[in-house]
């Protein structure tokens, strides 16, 4: 009940930036939490980085410490995740996803936006 479309995905050189959007609508009022993961070719999705709709408190990857930003406007209801000195391995399509208040799993999810990153 949670609609996402990310945008913002592209080609950049190894050690650039990004910035991905992710505009939620519909039952925004109900969201918990807003997240970002990945998947590359042959591997499984994995998370990226969460923010709280609410508090705001946010959480990351290990691997994407110090470089990735996730950061929310409430009154738009969109995510953002900065991406800065990005690496090949980042290269992969970055998914939002929704979770809902009351609830464990990430119920919603974005299409997808591809993050290419060169060497």
């Known amino acids: 009940q949670v609609q996402l479309v990310e945008s913002g995905g592209g080609l950049v050189q190894a050690g650039g930036s990004l910035r991905l959007s992710c505009a939620a609508s519909?039952?925004?009022?109900?969201?918990?939490?807003l997240a970002w993961f990945r998947q590359a070719p042959g591997k499984e999705r994995e998370f990226v980085a969460a923010?709280?709709?609410?508090?705001?408190?946010?959480s990351y990857a290990d691997s994407v410490k110090g470089r990735f930003t996730i950061s929310r406007d409430n009154a738009k209801n969109t995510v953002y995740l900065q991406m800065n000195s990005l690496k090949p391995e980042d290269t992969a399509v970055y998914y939002c996803?929704?979770?809902?208040?009351?609830?464990?799993?990430?119920?919603?999810w974005g299409q997808g936006t591809q993050v290419t990153v060169s060497s």
């Open positions: 996803g929704a979770r809902p208040m009351l609830g464990r799993d990430f119920g919603s």
């Open positions: 519909g039952r925004t009022f109900n969201i918990y939490q």
């Open positions: 923010i709280n709709w609410s508090g705001g408190s946010t």
